[in-house]
Structure formats: structure tokens, C-alpha cells
């Protein structure tokens, strides 16, 4: 309302300036909650900052005439890694926020992660159970709802094939091949042994995990071209968006459920370089959500309370 022509002077002292703003901040408040909903998530605290990733998704979720249809959660690292994809190649896609698992509004934020029968899911969302007959996020498929791809390192690939843009695999066979058997890397081997820390609630075994974690990681640095930044060197490719969602939640998650720290060697700092790096993409950074959101969403992995395909 300042100079605005409206009833109150252009500067009014502060303290009614202070009192004129309570309107304004309880309509915030009671608006937080609507403006979630409409991105997808009626569970939003409004103590959470909004991240990049809220934001992309506002941007997204409207987006009708995109040829392309992503089914993802905020809070999956699978999901994250065919985001990164389509926000890579910069391709017009829509956003559709799915959530997989049963809602507890007792909970932060009301995430579980107790799994859904696929009955249920079909009741419940039967347009992301015909994109994604296992019932799990990622998946995509065109507006219409043909040609539905699941299974986040197949969406990236088939990602990388149908759409223009900078090439997310080489086109050399052997290249290629290695490029997917890094990536695997990333989730048999690194990601796993991460989840087995976070989630087992035995000390003696989450230290035995957190070994073999550090280990896969080594592994990885050691396969990784030697000057970087990327997997491959200036390029970013498949192994490198395999690995980043679960290394942000190495960072924000490991670090707050288990107060994980990563070892200071040459190969952790080969690791640190291409970590700065990642954090640098647009591609990357418009996925990355509220902090506190995300850490919320992984108490109950923490506890050991997931009854979801992958605590299974
Ligand atoms: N192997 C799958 C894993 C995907 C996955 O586990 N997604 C989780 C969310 S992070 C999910 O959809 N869970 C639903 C459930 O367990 O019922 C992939 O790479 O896409």
C-alpha cells in the first residue's frame, strides 16, 4: 500500500506499520498451507522455507501442453535422478506430484513410508499406476499416456535417446557401458550401504555400513576421470545424476540422523570436486527442495518404521 494512493501515509511510523502487517502475516499463514496444496501437497509446514525444487514444481505442475509427463515425489532420490534428466536436456515436461505411500498427519509434514498395496495405488492414482505398473516413482510418459517408461536409470536413458540436448550417455559402446555399470554402482553399492546405516538401528552394524559406504565410495573416485569435474571429465552424464540425489541426502540426512562425516583422502576429495560442480547445474539445483522438508521426510527411515519396496 506504500504510495500506492491508499489510505494510510507513505511512510507510517513503525510501530503501525508493525501492527498493519498482522493481517497480512496470519493471511500468510493460513494461505501457506492452500498454496502447498496446490503443487501437490496438502502436508506443507508452513515452518519449512520453500527450496528451488517447490518452486520448479509450481512452475511445472500447470504445464498442460508439455509433450511429456514426469510422475515423481519431492522426496525421492529415484524421482530426483529423472528430473535432473529432463531439466538437463531441457525438455518441456509436466510435473506430477504422486505419493506412494500412506499419509499420517500426526507425522511432519505426513509423510510415512509405509507402502501402499497396488490395488490401493490404483484406486487412488490409476493414471501413475498405468505409467508405473510397479507402483513406484519414477516414471513418464506422454501427455496422452503412451509410451510409459519406469525405473529411474531407464527413464534417464530413454530420456537421453527420445529428446535433443546435451548427451547424457557416450554414443561409444564400451563408453556406454561403463557409463551404466557406474550408475549401478551408485545404487547397489553406495546408495544401499548408506540406506543399511540409516536405517539399521544396531551401532555395530551401522559402523560396518558406513565401512563398506566408504569403501563403494572410493571405488567410485577411482573410476572417475582423474581431472573432473564430472564422471567423465567436463561433461556431466548418467553416473553423475545417478549419484547426486543421494548425496545431497548423504549430506543434509546422514548428517542430521547419524551425524555422518566423509573422510578427508584423495579420493573423497575427488568426490568433493565434482560435488561442488554438481551444485553449480541449474539442472540439479531446480530440484533440490526445503532442507527441513526433506530431512522430515526420512524420520521414519531413520527409525526403521518403512514398510515401502525399498525398506523391504
Ligand atoms: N528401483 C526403483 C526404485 C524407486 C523407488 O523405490 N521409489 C520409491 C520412492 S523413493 C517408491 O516409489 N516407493 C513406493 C513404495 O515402496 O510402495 C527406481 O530406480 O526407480
Same mark, same amino acid.
Given at each position: 500500500?506504500?504510495?500506492?494512493?491508499?489510505?494510510?501515509?507513505?511512510?507510517?511510523?513503525?510501530?503501525?506499520?508493525?501492527?498493519?502487517?498482522?493481517?497480512?502475516?496470519?493471511?500468510?499463514?493460513?494461505?501457506?498451507?492452500?498454496?502447498?496444496?496446490?503443487?501437490?501437497?496438502?502436508?506443507?509446514?508452513?515452518?519449512?522455507?520453500?527450496?528451488?525444487?517447490?518452486?520448479?514444481?509450481?512452475?511445472?505442475?500447470?504445464?498442460?501442453?508439455?509433450?511429456?509427463?514426469?510422475?515423481?515425489?519431492?522426496?525421492?532420490?529415484?524421482?530426483?535422478?529423472?528430473?535432473?534428466?529432463?531439466?538437463?536436456?531441457?525438455?518441456?515436461?509436466?510435473?506430477?506430484?504422486?505419493?506412494?505411500?500412506?499419509?499420517?498427519?500426526?507425522?511432519?509434514?505426513?509423510?510415512?513410508?509405509?507402502?501402499?498395496?497396488?490395488?490401493?495405488?490404483?484406486?487412488?492414482?490409476?493414471?501413475?499406476?498405468?505409467?508405473?505398473?510397479?507402483?513406484?516413482?519414477?516414471?513418464?510418459?506422454?501427455?496422452?499416456?503412451?509410451?510409459?517408461?519406469?525405473?529411474?536409470?531407464?527413464?534417464?536413458?530413454?530420456?537421453?535417446?527420445?529428446?535433443?540436448?546435451?548427451?547424457?550417455?557416450?554414443?561409444?559402446?564400451?563408453?556406454?557401458?561403463?557409463?551404466?555399470?557406474?550408475?549401478?554402482?551408485?545404487?547397489?553399492?553406495?546408495?544401499?550401504?548408506?540406506?543399511?546405516?540409516?536405517?539399521?538401528?544396531?551401532?555395530?552394524?551401522?559402523?560396518?555400513?558406513?565401512?563398506?559406504?566408504?569403501?563403494?565410495?572410493?571405488?567410485?573416485?577411482?573410476?572417475?576421470? @582423474?581431472?573432473?569435474?564430472? $564422471?567423465?571429465?567436463? *561433461?556431466?552424464?548418467?553416473?553423475?545424476?545417478?549419484?547426486? +540425489?543421494?548425496? #545431497? %541426502?548423504?549430506?543434509?540426512?546422514?548428517?542430521?540422523?547419524?551425524?555422518?562425516?566423509? @573422510?578427508?583422502?584423495?579420493? $573423497?576429495?575427488?568426490? *568433493?570436486?565434482?560435488?561442488?560442480?554438481?551444485?553449480?547445474? +541449474?539442472?540439479? #539445483? %531446480?530440484?533440490?527442495?526445503?532442507?527441513?522438508?526433506?530431512?522430515?521426510?526420512?524420520?521414519?527411515?531413520?527409525?526403521?518404521?518403512?514398510?515401502? *519396496?525399498?525398506?523391504?
Amino acid at each position: 500500500r506504500e504510495g500506492g494512493g491508499g489510505s494510510w501515509s507513505a511512510s507510517p511510523p513503525p510501530d503501525s506499520r508493525r501492527v498493519c502487517m498482522i493481517p497480512w502475516i496470519l493471511l500468510a499463514i493460513i494461505m501457506a498451507p492452500k498454496a502447498a496444496q496446490k503443487r501437490g501437497d496438502a502436508l506443507w509446514d508452513p515452518s519449512w522455507p520453500e527450496g528451488s525444487g517447490e518452486r520448479t514444481i509450481r512452475e511445472r505442475c500447470e504445464d498442460a501442453s508439455a509433450p511429456i509427463t514426469l510422475y515423481c515425489s519431492w522426496f525421492c532420490p529415484f524421482a530426483q535422478r529423472a528430473w535432473i534428466a529432463l531439466e538437463e536436456k531441457q525438455v518441456p515436461y509436466r510435473y506430477e506430484e504422486v505419493n506412494p505411500y500412506e499419509v499420517n498427519p500426526d507425522l511432519p509434514g505426513g509423510y510415512t513410508k509405509k507402502a501402499l498395496s497396488l490395488a490401493e495405488k490404483t484406486r487412488l492414482m490409476p493414471e501413475f499406476m498405468a505409467a508405473s505398473p510397479r507402483g513406484l516413482v519414477p516414471a513418464v510418459s506422454n501427455r496422452d499416456g503412451s509410451s510409459p517408461v519406469w525405473e529411474s536409470l531407464h527413464v534417464v536413458r530413454y530420456i537421453d535417446e527420445a529428446f535433443d540436448g546435451p548427451a547424457l550417455l557416450p554414443s561409444d559402446p564400451v563408453q556406454r557401458a561403463y557409463v551404466a555399470i557406474w550408475s549401478d554402482h551408485c545404487t547397489d553399492r553406495i546408495q544401499k550401504n548408506y540406506y543399511r546405516m540409516l536405517m539399521d538401528q544396531d551401532p555395530a552394524t551401522q559402523e560396518a555400513a558406513k565401512h563398506d559406504f566408504y569403501l563403494e565410495c572410493q571405488r567410485l573416485a577411482k573410476a572417475m576421470d @582423474p581431472s573432473g569435474p564430472f $564422471f567423465l571429465g567436463k *561433461d556431466v552424464c548418467m553416473v553423475d545424476i545417478a549419484l547426486a +540425489p543421494f548425496w #545431497q %541426502r548423504i549430506h543434509w540426512v546422514g548428517g542430521h540422523y547419524r551425524g555422518l562425516t566423509l @573422510p578427508d583422502d584423495a579420493d $573423497f576429495q575427488r568426490l *568433493d570436486l565434482w560435488w561442488n560442480a554438481m551444485q553449480e547445474r +541449474p539442472a540439479f #539445483q %531446480r530440484t533440490l527442495v526445503s532442507k527441513p522438508r526433506l530431512i522430515s521426510s526420512y524420520s521414519q527411515y531413520a527409525r526403521n518404521e518403512g514398510t515401502s *519396496d525399498y525398506a523391504r
